[in-house]
C-alpha cells in the first residue's frame, strides 16, 4: 500500500499569486486517477493491518498535513462524497497564540511577495551570527548569485527552516511580516480549521494525528524539548477530539534528517501506533514489522495531477 502526503488544496490562490497549492480539481481528478489504477485502503483494513502487520497489497491511504482550513472546506466534502476517509496531522502552536505558525508565515510571504522579493530584504536582515556556522558561506553564495524566482523561493526556504539558528528565526520573520503585510491578523483568520473543526472531522470518520506544536525540525532540538513537543501535542488533540481514535504522528518537514532515533523511542514511549516519515516507496511488511515510527509517504506530487499550481513562475507540468 502507498501512503500519500498533501497540503494546500484549494480553488484558488486567495490573492496570493505566487503561492504554491494543489488545485481543487487537480486533487479530484488524483482521486479520479487513484480509484483507476491503485484503489483506496479503507480504514478498518488499514487499522488492521497495523494490528497484523501485514499491510494492505495495493491501495492509497490519503494524508494531510498542516490542519489547514482547506482540509474542511474542500477535501472533507470530497472524501465524503466518495466515500473515503483521510489521516489529518495537526500542529497546535497556533491554537495558543493565535498566529501563523513560522513555517507558513514563510508560505504566505513567498506566496504573496515571491521568492525574489523575499529574499532581498533577508539579505539586509539577516547577519552571519543568525546562521549555523556551517551555512554562513552558502548563503552569501546564493543570496548574489543570479537566481530565478523559483531559486529564490526555495533558498529562502531553506535558510528560513534550517540554516537559521532558532533563537532568531522567529524575530526575523516578526519583522518580514511587519515589513510585507504590516498587521498578520488579516491572514491568520480562517488559515487553520478550528478546534472544533477538528471535532467534527473526526466525527465524519477522519484520523486525527499529532504534527508537533510548533513544526519544528526534531532533529534540532534536545531530548526534553522533542518530549514537550510531542506530549503537549496529543495532550492539546485527545482534548479537542473528545480521544483520539489511535495515536498516530508524522514529523514536520519529513525526510531522514528531520528526526532522530529519540524521537522515535519517544513516539513509541507515548503510545503513538506509527508515524511517517517523507520517502518515496511503498509500505512493505518490513516496515510495519521493523520501524513504525518512519512509514515511508510519498509527496502527491509525484502521482499524475499532483503537481502545484503556479500562477507565476515554472509550470511544473
Ligand atoms: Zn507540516
Given at each position: 500500500m502507498k501512503a500519500i502526503m498533501y497540503h494546500y488544496v484549494r480553488p484558488q490562490s486567495g490573492g496570493m499569486p505566487y503561492f504554491r497549492y494543489l488545485a481543487l480539481d487537480s486533487f479530484r481528478r488524483q482521486l479520479d486517477h487513484f480509484a483507476e489504477t491503485e484503489g483506496f485502503v479503507e480504514k478498518d483494513a488499514f487499522l488492521e493491518s497495523l494490528t497484523t502487520?501485514?499491510?494492505?497489497g495495493k491501495g492509497v491511504v490519503l494524508t494531510f498535513d498542516d490542519g489547514f482550513s482547506d482540509h474542511y472546506d474542500y477535501v472533507l466534502p470530497e472524501l465524503k462524497k466518495r466515500g473515503l476517509w483521510g489521516i489529518f496531522y495537526i500542529p497546535t502552536h497556533m491554537y495558543a497564540t493565535g498566529q501563523l505558525l513560522d513555517v507558513h508565515r514563510i508560505h504566505v510571504l513567498l506566496g504573496k511577495f515571491g521568492g525574489e522579493a523575499i529574499l532581498s530584504r533577508l539579505r539586509h536582515i539577516?547577519?552571519?551570527?543568525?546562521?549555523s556556522h556551517n551555512h554562513v558561506a552558502e548563503f552569501h553564495n546564493m543570496t548574489y548569485a543570479t537566481q530565478d524566482n523559483d531559486q529564490s523561493t526555495s533558498f529562502v526556504k531553506r535558510t528560513l527552516n534550517y540554516f537559521i539558528s532558532y533563537e532568531y528565526r522567529e524575530k526575523v520573520l516578526d519583522d518580514l511580516m511587519e515589513m510585507f503585510f504590516g498587521r498578520e491578523q488579516a491572514i491568520m483568520s480562517e488559515f487553520y480549521m478550528s478546534d472544533a473543526k477538528i471535532k467534527a472531522m473526526q466525527d465524519e470518520g477522519m484520523m486525527i494525528g499529532s504534527h508537533s506544536v510548533t513544526h519544528p525540525v526534531f532533529s534540532k532540538l534536545d531530548e526534553e524539548a522533542q518530549r514537550r513537543e510531542l506530549e503537549d501535542s496529543f495532550a492539546f488533540l485527545e482534548k479537542a477530539t473528545g480521544g483520539l481514535q489511535i495515536r498516530t504522528f508524522c514529523y514536520p518537514y519529513g525526510g531522514f534528517h528531520s528526526f532522530t532515533p529519540t524521537t522515535e523511542r519517544l513516539l513509541d514511549e507515548l503510545g503513538c501506533r506509527f508515524a511517517f516519515n517523507v520517502e518515496a516507496r511503498d509500505i512493505e511488511p518490513a516496515d510495519l514489522e521493523n520501524r513504525r515510527q518512519a512509514l515511508p509517504r510519498y509527496d502527491c506530487?509525484?502521482?499524475?495531477?499532483?503537481a502545484a499550481h503556479l500562477e507565476y513562475g515554472k509550470d511544473p507540468g
Open positions: 502487520g501485514q499491510p494492505v539577516l547577519s552571519d551570527t543568525m546562521l506530487n509525484r502521482f499524475a495531477h499532483g
